[in-house]
Each structure stands twice: as structure tokens, then as C-alpha cells.
């Protein structure tokens, strides 16, 4: 499985955006998937997971209530709609997938997507 992810960019403090992971390959819609992200002098953090039908989804408490992840498995694509940005939520966004069930540590995902910037000024 292939993953790209795109819809970054630059925004003030209460904005919203929507990250969107397109997949290419065999086996999407059979896989836990998750987006993680990095900001500057951190760690890779967990930020949302899904199980493969999209019925259970996962949330790191820092983006609970303001963040949800999606998924349509027609589409091979999976989606974070971001609310209520805040100047911490600057980082580089990943999503990864995996073919053996959700989990939010990044080693047990397979295959990772290039990143895709967000950024938010106050």
C-alpha cells in the first residue's frame, strides 16, 4: 500500500482544515490507519487512528472534541478534519497504515505517507 497525504497548509488560530490520505494498492479498506504527527524538535505523536470499518476511531486527548478522523473505503482515502486550530497543532502530518489492527504507537504501523505541513499562527 502506497499512502500520500496532502491538504497542509498555512492558517491563523481558529481555522479549520481537512488532511486527506489517498492510498494506491491492494488492501486499503482491510487496514487500521492513523495519523501522526511531528512537530519541530518533538517526537512523532499520535494523533487519530480508525479501525478498518471506520466504526471505532482513537484520539489523542490534545485533539479530542476538535479533530476527527474518517475514512471511505470506496475511495481508498482517509480524512482528518481538523477545528478549532491552535498554534500547537503546527507540525508535519503523516498518516500510516496497518494491516493488523489500530494501535497508536507508530511502530506498529507498516506503511507511512510523506508528510504534509501544517501550520498555525496566532
Known amino acids: 500500500v502506497q499512502l500520500q497525504a496532502y491538504g497542509g497548509g498555512l492558517l491563523q488560530a481558529g481555522d479549520s482544515l481537512r488532511l486527506s490520505c489517498a492510498a494506491s494498492?491492494?488492501?486499503?479498506?482491510?487496514?487500521?490507519l492513523g495519523w501522526f504527527r511531528q512537530a519541530p524538535g518533538k517526537e512523532r505523536e499520535f494523533v487519530a487512528g480508525i479501525n478498518w470499518s471506520g466504526g471505532s476511531t482513537y484520539y489523542a486527548d490534545s485533539v479530542k472534541g476538535r479533530f476527527t478522523i474518517s475514512r471511505d473505503n470506496a475511495k481508498n482515502t482517509m480524512y482528518l478534519q481538523m477545528n478549532s486550530l491552535k498554534p500547537e497543532d503546527t507540525a508535519v502530518y503523516y498518516c500510516a497504515a496497518d494491516p493488523t489492527g489500530w494501535a497508536s504507537s507508530e511502530y506498529k504501523y507498516q506503511y507511512w505517507g510523506q508528510g504534509t505541513q501544517v501550520t498555525v499562527s496566532s
Open positions: 494498492g491492494r488492501g486499503f479498506s482491510s487496514y487500521a
